[in-house]
């Protein structure tokens, strides 16, 4: 599904406050596999998100600590919630250090092979948010 199909409703959903508190709505309308959501959570060459966060990962060394632990992120988000801060967490946060996983406008520094493209797929933002909600202790 193209982001730009998607750009009108961000707009609308990430200008009102009310964006933070609810999140945003499914990007492909249907359900992530958690595994594969593990899998780009946990691997260093695709979601990198083991640079900044630590989670329950016991086989995976070297987390890191300069973001919120992912153990529990379950329990304390919902789902939309979720979703939005992977999809764009500057909407949150202007001075996070978390990337826009489906943002393409606005960047900056943006190598010649990325211009235009986002880091994850509509599909694998909805399995990394339906991992995220399996991690509930």
């Known amino acids: 599904m193209p ?16 964006a ?3 999140g945003i709505p499914s990007l ?8 594969r959501g593990r899998a780009i ?4 060459q ?3 998100c083991l640079l900044c966060h630590a989670g329950p990962f016991p086989e995976e060394r ?17 789902e939309g919630q979720l979703r939005l801060r992977l999809v764009d967490g500057r909407r949150l946060n202007p ?22 493209r986002t880091v994850l797929s509509a599909g694998e933002i909805e399995d990394v948010v339906a991992f995220l909600l399996t991690l509930r202790d």
């Open 62 to 78: 070297f987390q890191g600590d300069l973001a919120p632990s992912l153990a529990g992120v379950g329990t304390r988000l919902t």
């Open 3 to 18: 982001l730009a199909r998607w750009a009108p409703v961000l707009a609308l959903l990430l200008a009102g406050g009310a």
């Open 95 to 116: 001075e996070t250090i978390m990337p826009s996983y489906y943002r393409t406008e606005g960047l900056v520094r943006v190598g010649p092979a990325w211009q235009g």
């Open 28 to 35: 492909t309308g249907q359900p992530g596999d958690a595994a």
């Open 41 to 44: 959570v946990a691997t260093r």
């Open 20 to 22: 933070a508190e609810e």
């Open 46 to 48: 695709r979601g990198l």
